[in-house]
C-alpha cells in the first residue's frame, strides 16, 4: 500500500524540519490518527521525533508499509498541507504517488514515500476510516467527489453552493407594460442598438442583470466601470422602491476607496442627468440620486464584531437589516467569511458582488470569485470559443429576451444550453483608465494573458509610465536597481515628509509663540495651532506611492527593503529615526484590535498630536475620512511600511507603485510568485509602474497561475 523509507511519524518529522509541513499539520495528522480506532494505533511518543532528525538527510530504501495508520497519517498530513496553502480539500486525483510530499514542479532528489495505488485505489481506501464520512455525516473529514475535506470546510462551501444557486434562481418580476424601466435605462446608457457584440454595453447588460436577478455578480479589472455601473444599477433600483442599501468591502482601505468611487461616481452622474433632454427623467432619477448611499463599511463592522468570539451578531438567525447588500473587493473575500456573509442575509435580501477575478485570491483558505466566475471561461463547459477573449457569458433563453426588452440589446448569441448561474453574471472586459495603448493596462494584459512575447513588447516600447530596474551589480558589488528604486523613493517619500516636516516647524513655532505670550499675558495665548498640512492630507500624500514586494523575508523582501529605505531617508535628512516611533514613520497594523476600530491591513503614519504637540500619535484616516488617534504603546501588533507585500495591497491604489521581486527565488519562493501576484502589483498603479527584478523572473512568474483546490466551482457549475 504505502512504500517507506522509514516509519511515517519519523517522515513527518522529517517533512517538518523541511518545512514541507508546518508543525501544525504533523499534529494535525498524529491528533486525527489517535481518535482513529485503527487495531495498528499510531504513537506520537518522543523517543521517535527524537530520532527522526539523525536520520533526516540519510537516504533509506524503500520498504513496504501495509498499515493503515500509516496510509491515514499521510492523507491527514496532505490535507493539512493543503489548508495552510489556502486550498479548501485535498483532490485525492491531484496526489503524486509517486512523491506524495512534493509537488511534481518541485522534484527532491529523496524520494522517502510512495503510494502503491492506483488514485481510485486510494479512494476506497480512504472511505473506509472510520474518521471518514459522506456528506451530512458528523465525521471530522468528509470525501465528496474525490476530494477530502475537514467537515467544517466542507459545510461552508455546501453553504456558500447552496446559498449563491438559491439566489441566482430568485428572479425579480419586472411588468414591462407598466414599468419606465427600459426609458431610464436608456438615458442613464445612451448607446445604440446593435447586433455586433463588439459593441454590446456591457455596464448596461451588467445592470440589467442585477435589475432582473437577486444575485449579480459584476467582475471586470480596473477602471472597467463597476463603480460606475453599480451607482446607476442603484439610481435604477431607488426609482423603483424604497430599498435599504449598505456597501461593504473586505478591509477599511477597500471600504474608504468604495466610498470615495461611490461620491465621484454620484457627481459624475449628477452632471449627465443636469443635461439630460427629457426633464420628467432627468428630475425622477436626480431625486433617486440623492438616496444613494456613500457610505461603505467593513464586512466585520456590517455583521457585528464580537470581542473574543469569532461569532459575529448578525447570523441566520439574526439577520442584516437590509434589502441590498452590495460587496465590493470580492475576490479578497475568502470562503468562511462569504459564508458567514450568505448566513446573514436576510430571506428577502438581494446581493451584489463585485471584483476582479484575476487578482490574487484571498489570504485565507479559498479563490470564492473566481470560482464563481470560472464557469464563464472558454473550455470549461465543451463549448467552441467564439471570440478573441477568453471569457463568454452564459445566460438562459428567459435572461437573453429580457435583457432584450430593457436595454434593447441583443445577446442571443450568448443564449447556453445550461446556464447554471450565468444568469447572474456579467464581466466588464473595456478599461476606460488605461487608454489601450497605456504601458500599465498593456502590461497588466499581457501578463494576465500569460503572454511572455506581448510582456518582451510593451518592455521594450519604453512607454513613459513604465520604468524597469533591473537586479544588476556594479563594480562595488552594489546592486544598481536597487540604488535606483531607493533613489525614487526618497523623492516619492519626500514630499509626505516634507509636509509633515513643514507641520514640525508651525508646531515649533507656535510653541515658541506660546511661550513668549505667557510672559507678556497675551489675549491670544489659548489660540488654536494652525498647521500647514491637515493630518488627512499627509496620509493621502503618503499614499500616493508604494513599494510592494512579492515576498516578506530577505533583502528584497518587505523586511529588508524597509530597513532600506528607512536608511536612505534618514542619510536624505527626512526622518530622524531614533526610537520605534519616530515623526513621520508610516505603520502598517497586523491583527485586528475591535475595541480600538483597527484590523489587519490599516496603515497610519506617527505624527504629531495637534492637540498635545509634545506628544506623537498614530494617526489613521477611517472609512467614513475621520482621523483616528491611538497612542503608540496602544497599538495592535505592527510594522513599518514603506514597503508592504502585494497582497496586503489589495483593495488599494497608488499614483505611483514599485514592485520589488526576489533575486534568487527559494523553492518555496517559487510558489508565491504567479501571475495573479503580479497582475495585483501592476493594477495597483494608477499613473506609474516601477519594476526591480530580473526579466526571466518576472517572465516565469506572470506564467504561473494559481490554483486553489476546492470544489465550488464543480457545486456551482457540475
Ligand atoms: N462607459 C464609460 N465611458 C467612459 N468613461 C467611463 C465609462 N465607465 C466608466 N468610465 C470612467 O472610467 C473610470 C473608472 O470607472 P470606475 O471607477 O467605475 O471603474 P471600476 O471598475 O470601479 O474601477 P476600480 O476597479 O479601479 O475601482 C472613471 O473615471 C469613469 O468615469
Known amino acids: 500500500m504505502l512504500m517507506l523509507s522509514q516509519p511515517i511519524e519519523l517522515l513527518l518529522k522529517q517533512w517538518q524540519q523541511q518545512r514541507l509541513l508546518t508543525p501544525l499539520d504533523r499534529h494535525f495528522a498524529l491528533e486525527l490518527a489517535s481518535i482513529e480506532s485503527m487495531p495498528d494505533q499510531v504513537s506520537a511518543d518522543t523517543s521517535v521525533e527524537n530520532t527522526a532528525a539523525n536520520t533526516e538527510n540519510v537516504q533509506q530504501p524503500l520498504q513496504p508499509d501495509n498499515s493503515a495508520t500509516s496510509l491515514f497519517l499521510l492523507v491527514c498530513a496532505l490535507l493539512s498541507q493543503q489548508l495552510s496553502n489556502q486550498h479548501s480539500c485535498l483532490v485525492i486525483e491531484q496526489i503524486n504517488l ?86 431610464l435605462i436608456d438615458s442613464l446608457f445612451p448607446t445604440k442598438q446593435t447586433a455586433n457584440s463588439a459593441t454590446i454595453d456591457w455596464q448596461k447588460i451588467a445592470t440589467a442583470t442585477a435589475l432582473i436577478n437577486a444575485l449579480a455578480v459584476i467582475t471586470g479589472g480596473p477602471g472597467t466601470g463597476k463603480t460606475t455601473t453599480v451607482t446607476k444599477l442603484l439610481l435604477l433600483l431607488l426609482t423603483q422602491s424604497n430599498l435599504t442599501i449598505r456597501l461593504v468591502a473586505p478591509t477599511g482601505k477597500a471600504a474608504a476607496r468604495l466610498s470615495e468611487s461611490i461620491k465621484a461616481s454620484k457627481q459624475r452622474l449628477h452632471k449627465e442627468l443636469t443635461q439630460l433632454a427629457d426633464q420628467s427623467i432627468a428630475n425622477v432619477l436626480i431625486e433617486a440620486l440623492t438616496n444613494i448611499p456613500e457610505e461603505a463599511s467593513t464586512l466585520h463592522r456590517l455583521l457585528g464584531v464580537i470581542p473574543n468570539s469569532h461569532q459575529f451578531r448578525h447570523h441566520q438567525d439574526n439577520p442584516l437589516r437590509l434589502d441590498l447588500l452590495v460587496v465590493d473587493e470580492a475576490s479578497m473575500v475568502d470562503l468562511p467569511m462569504m459564508h458567514k456573509l450568505l448566513s446573514a442575509l436576510p430571506a428577502h435580501g438581494r446581493l451584489i458582488l463585485l471584483g476582479d477575478q484575476d487578482q490574487l485570491a484571498s489570504v485565507e483558505a ?35 429576451q429580457q435583457i432584450g426588452q430593457l436595454t434593447g440589446q441583443d445577446v442571443s448569441q450568448f443564449i447556453h444550453p445550461q446556464p447554471k448561474i450565468g444568469d447572474s453574471l456579467c464581466m466588464l472586459m473595456h478599461s476606460h483608465r488605461f487608454k489601450g495603448d497605456a504601458g500599465i493596462g498593456l502590461l497588466a494584459n499581457a501578463v494576465n494573458q500569460a503572454n511572455v512575447a506581448a510582456i518582451r513588447q510593451v518592455w521594450r516600447q519604453q512607454h513613459a509610465e513604465l520604468n524597469w530596474y533591473e537586479h544588476q551589480q556594479n563594480a562595488q558589488g552594489d546592486n544598481t536597481g536597487k540604488q535606483q528604486l531607493l533613489a525614487l523613493s526618497v523623492q516619492a517619500y519626500g514630499e509626505y515628509l516634507q509636509q509633515v516636516n513643514a507641520n514640525q516647524q508651525a508646531i515649533l513655532s507656535y510653541l515658541q509663540r506660546q511661550t513668549d505670550r505667557e510672559q507678556h499675558t497675551d489675549p491670544e495665548q489659548n489660540a488654536p495651532i494652525v498647521l500647514p498640512h491637515s493630518e488627512q492630507a499627509i496620509i ?37 529615526a531614533q526610537g520605534e516611533f519616530y515623526l513621520g514613520r508610516p505603520i502598517i497594523i497586523q491583527s485586528n484590535d475591535y475595541n480600538l476600530g483597527l484590523f489587519n491591513g490599516d496603515i497610519g503614519l506617527i505624527l504629531q498630536d495637534r492637540n498635545k504637540p509634545e506628544r506623537l500619535m498614530a494617526h489613521f484616516v477611517m472609512a467614513d475620512g475621520s482621523l483616528l488617534k491611538v497612542l503608540p ?42 501571475k495573479e501576484l503580479v497582475y495585483t502589483a501592476i493594477t495597483r498603479a494608477k499613473n506609474h509602474f516601477y519594476c526591480l527584478g530580473s526579466a526571466n523572473i518576472f517572465e516565469k512568474a506572470s506564467q504561473q497561475a494559481t490554483s486553489r483546490a476546492s470544489g465550488l466551482a464543480w457545486r456551482l457549475w457540475g
Open 540 to 576: 493621502d500624500s503618503f499614499n500616493q506611492y508604494r513599494i510592494l514586494c512579492a515576498m516578506r523575508a530577505g533583502e528584497f523582501g518587505v523586511e529588508g527593503i524597509n530597513i532600506a529605505v528607512t536608511e536612505s531617508l534618514k542619510q536624505a535628512r527626512l526622518i530622524h
Open 98 to 183: 509517486a512523491n506524495p510530499m512534493t509537488e511534481d514542479s518541485h522534484k527532491y532528489a529523496q524520494i522517502n514515500c510512495q503510494i502503491s495505488l492506483s488514485h481510485s485505489q486510494l479512494i476506497e481506501q480512504i472511505s473506509q476510516f472510520d474518521a471518514v464520512g459522506l456528506p451530512g455525516d458528523n465525521k471530522p473529514l468528509i470525501l465528496e467527489h474525490g476530494r477530502l475535506y475537514l467537515n467544517k470546510y466542507h459545510f461552508f462551501e455546501t453553504q456558500v453552493a447552496n446559498k449563491l444557486t438559491q439566489l441566482a434562481s430568485q428572479k425579480i418580476r419586472i411588468d414591462l407594460s407598466q414599468s419606465q424601466l427600459p426609458q
Open 366 to 400: 479559498g479563490a470564492v470569485l473566481a470560482d464563481i466566475c470560472i464557469g464563464l471561461k472558454h473550455g470549461q463547459d465543451n463549448m467552441p470559443s467564439p471570440a478573441s477573449s477568453p471569457w463568454s457569458m452564459r445566460y438562459s433563453q428567459a435572461q437573453a
Open 633 to 674: 504603546a496602544r497599538l495592535p501588533s505592527h510594522e513599518t511600511c514603506f514597503a508592504m507585500t502585494v497582497h496586503k495591497s489589495q483593495g488599494s491604489e497608488f499614483d505611483k507603485v514599485s514592485f520589488v521581486l526576489p533575486i534568487r527565488p527559494s523553492i518555496a519562493q517559487w510558489q508565491l510568485l504567479t
